[in-house]
């Protein structure tokens, strides 16, 4: 089995909602999201004889993913009253909401089903929140 893996980082800030501590409160992140495709073979043509796929490729296909939460208040749908929301929409600061909780266990496993979706067969989605902590998500039985 060949496996590639590529990365691509934003910057951006959330909260944990319902989080008693520290992480209740806005805080930003460098957010690494580090993605491996699999397969058992090669192209074996042309321009990409001997890859699985070219490099520049898979870096482009998750940078266009994660770039547009580059930047954001990232917010979990609900967890803010109405009127903060809006008068935070109001100033002019770009808010993008969730349906789910913004950890790293979710966006490993929204990146990784954002990546199938373009196509990818995907073995691995690795989220760092920070640089020692990182949370996974993969197939079963991989
Ligand atoms: N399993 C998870 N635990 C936590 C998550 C998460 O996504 N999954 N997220 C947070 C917070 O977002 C927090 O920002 C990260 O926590 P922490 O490791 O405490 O961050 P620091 O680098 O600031 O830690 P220090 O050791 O105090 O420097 C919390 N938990
Ligand atoms: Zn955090």
């Given at each position: 089995m060949y496996v590639l893996k590529a990365e691509h980082s934003f910057d951006s800030a959330h909260f944990l909602a319902n989080y008693d501590g520290k992480c209740g409160n806005i805080h930003g992140h460098r957010w690494r999201v580090v993605i491996e495709v699999?397969?058992?073979?090669?192209?074996?043509?042309?321009?990409?004889?001997?890859?699985?796929?070219?490099?520049?490729?898979?870096?482009?296909?998750?940078?266009?993913?994660?770039?547009?939460?580059?930047?954001?208040?990232?917010?979990q749908e609900g967890t803010l009253r109405k009127e903060t929301l809006q008068n935070l929409l109001d100033e002019g600061f770009r808010i993008i909401e969730l349906g789910f909780r913004p950890t790293a266990e979710n966006f490993a496993k929204f990146f990784f089903t954002s990546m199938e979706k373009k196509g990818y067969n995907v073995k691995r989605a690795t989220v760092y929140e920070t640089p020692s902590n990182c949370a996974i998500y993969e197939k079963d039985g991989v």
């Open positions: 699999q397969s058992e073979t090669l192209i074996e043509e042309g321009q990409l004889d001997g890859m699985v796929i070219d490099f520049g490729d898979l870096k482009r296909d998750i940078k266009e993913l994660v770039d547009y939460y580059d930047h954001a208040f990232i917010i």
